[in-house]
């Protein structure tokens, strides 16, 4: 299979591996040759935490979970970096040979803003793939934090 980019790049948090993030990974290995995915650590999350961020999965059952879905569907070059600090992203985006990003409609801006600094550094911009929303049975967004408020038996919708 001939892919399109010789290097794509995603990141987040990937807590509660659900099909939003499922589409964002199949859109990445179908495009990418090479997947360079960011994957919040843990303490990054303890200096911005999140919205029920006591049941956020560990650091390594996440990284476990994507790297198990890529095995899974034999998909491609996989390289995951742990992001353990503010604006570590951003800034390996930045000066990365990326050539393209995979994006939720939620993380637009930050894309946006790393080709500022790609700019501004005398880099090519990258490519921007923006991933729809999922949704769930009831017609709301998929998300983990819904689903951590569904397993803390709380429910927002």
Excluded: C
């Amino acid at each position: 299979m001939k892919h399109k980019f010789k290097t794509i790049g995603l990141g987040g948090t990937f807590d509660r591996l659900h099909n939003g993030h499922k589409l964002m990974l199949d859109v990445a290995a179908f495009f990418g040759k090479e997947i360079h995915l960011g994957l919040t650590g843990n303490s990054y999350l303890m200096m911005r935490p999140k919205h029920l961020h006591r049941l956020i999965q560990n650091y390594q059952t996440r990284y476990d979970n994507i790297v198990n879905y890529f095995k899974k569907h034999k998909i491609n070059t996989l390289k995951i970096t742990e992001l353990s600090r503010l604006g570590m992203d951003q800034k390996l985006a930045s000066e990365s040979a990326l050539e393209a990003l995979i994006v939720s409609q939620e993380t637009l801006k930050g894309a946006l803003l790393i080709n500022e600094h790609r700019i501004a550094n005398n880099k090519p911009i990258l490519k921007i793939l923006v991933i729809p929303f999922v949704l769930r049975e009831n017609g709301s967004n998929e998300s983990s934090t819904k689903l951590r408020y569904d397993d803390s038996n709380n429910k927002i919708d």
